[in-house]
């Protein structure tokens, strides 16, 4: 690094650029520990994001070779009124019903009266559920308050003071639905309610607690009721969640099928991730050609030109995902190999081979599924992970060529002071040459006079 100083007075020499100059050639061999470090952090950087690439290969692998992943259904119904979700647990069927009611909360209204009456001297106030369970209140000194103690409390009841041509009154709603939501108020303690001696408030109903209830088989000899708190039961049909919104006396038919554009997306994913991986590979592999000054011609490789192991793991999900299964080529299902290497997923093939013998679709996809999860997974675990030890390796390298970048940091600072501790001892010297040459000179001028 150049720095200023004071060239030589005595001598006239550039002692600066001198300086700037020999330190110049003694740092080439820390700039060549930099380029080192600059071109192997890249190439950790590109091992990292290659890395990335292949767990997010491994992960769509496996989930292609699990065997539930292959369950994948859909429910359609013929109204638009019910919905249905299914898990990989709902087996093909169909099944018809008429929605009979939906569940809703029960909303009651209290008297003014009432109100008037508990507000005004009773202290407490009981909410007694379906199930029998009680809760006390503590009653505010009027209709507001009142109704934020029964909001607050864990008695599942919502309250709202409403005021109509000066008559106030309480609304109640349960906050759940279902028939098991229903509730009962009592003015009084909760022993008083368990000793039958509370005064129970008179209470107007504008909507009844009532579940859900679909008739299964409606019109034959089989129809039987279902029931749910709420507007979904998800005990109907196994794996299926059927939710309804209205009441509808028409049979609605739910029918669950193989889920084809889900396994579609399942066989083009597994696809699209290997050549993800392979395209990063390749791309970071090419070299580039340039021309210098001279005209002549200079071939520079890729981050991974010549890396065995990205190599080796290009090879190995090569031929994970290239070769049969029993017998069965990818192709036969959708999977191609173009002539450069690169995989192709044609979906119409996949889909007639789906409709034609899903077996021998899954069995394919999924046993390729598997040799390609195996071979990114034991590349790219983030413990043991072949890449991942040699990112390690490599970081580590990058560490250790800090440490020499720095050592010679001191020992080009140390070489400096000392060239220039002898440049400055230099003019000293001659200095003190030329102060003795002008006392030669007076000397020999004092002899020729007196002579």
């Not at 929605?99 to 909303?107: F, L, R, T």
């Not at 001297?121 to 009653?139: F, H, M, N, P, Y």
């Not at 060239?419 to 000179?441: D, I, N, R």
């Amino acid at each position: 690094m150049a720095s200023l100083g004071i060239d030589g007075l005595v001598s006239g020499l550039d002692t600066t650029s001198l300086i700037n100059s020999l330190m110049s050639a003694e740092a080439m061999p820390q700039s060549l520990l930099k380029t080192k470090q600059s071109s192997t952090t890249s190439l950790v950087t590109a091992l990292q994001a290659l890395n990335t690439k292949v767990a997010s290969l491994a992960e769509s692998a496996t989930k292609a070779a699990t065997a539930a992943s292959w369950n994948a259904t859909k429910a359609v119904a013929s109204s638009t009124s019910v919905t249905a979700t299914t898990t990989t647990s709902a087996q093909p069927t169909a099944l018809s019903f008429t929605v009979d009611a939906v569940a809703q909360g029960q909303v009651s209204l209290t008297s003014p009266a009432d109100l008037a009456a508990f507000t005004g001297g009773a202290s407490t106030l009981t909410i007694r559920k379906a199930d029998g369970t009680l809760t006390e209140i503590a009653v505010g000194t009027d209709a507001a308050a009142t109704a934020r103690a029964i909001s607050s409390s864990a008695a599942g009841v919502s309250a709202v003071a409403v005021t109509v041509g000066g008559d106030t009154r309480l609304q109640l709603s349960g906050t759940s639905t279902g028939a098991g939501a229903a509730f009962t108020v009592f003015a009084g303690t909760k022993a008083e309610v368990e000793a039958g001696t509370a005064t129970s408030v008179g209470l107007t109903p504008t909507r009844t607690a009532q579940d859900a209830t679909i008739t299964l088989w409606p019109g034959s000899g089989a129809a039987q009721q279902a029931t749910s708190a709420t507007n979904t039961f998800s005990d109907v049909l196994t794996g299926t969640s059927i939710t309804v919104s209205k009441v509808e006396t028409e049979p609605v038919t739910l029918t669950v099928a193989r889920d084809t554009a889900a396994l579609t997306a399942l066989a083009s994913g597994l696809v699209g991730s290997l050549g993800v991986v392979l395209s990063e590979i390749s791309s970071r592999s090419a070299t580039t050609t340039t021309t210098d000054s001279d005209g002549r011609t200079i071939v520079t490789g890729g981050l991974f030109s010549g890396d065995s192991a990205v190599r080796g793991l290009q090879q190995q999900l090569s031929t994970a995902a290239s070769y049969g299964v029993d017998g069965v080529s990818p192709s036969a299902v959708g999977i191609t190999v173009n002539r450069d290497g690169t995989f192709a997923f044609d979906s119409t093939t996949f889909s007639a081979a789906l409709a034609a013998d899903p077996d021998k679709v899954q069995k394919v996809v999924a046993g390729l599924a598997q040799r390609v999860a195996d071979v990114a997974t034991s590349t790219s675990d983030s413990i043991d992970g072949s890449l991942t030890r040699k990112i390690t390796g490599q970081q580590g390298v990058v560490t250790e060529l800090g440490k020499q970048i720095e050592n010679w940091d001191t020992r080009l600072a140390l070489r400096r002071e000392s060239l220039q501790k002898t440049y400055s001892a230099l003019e000293v010297t001659l200095s003190g040459l030329q102060s003795q040459s002008s006392w030669l000179s007076s000397q020999l001028a004092s002899l020729s006079a007196s002579s």
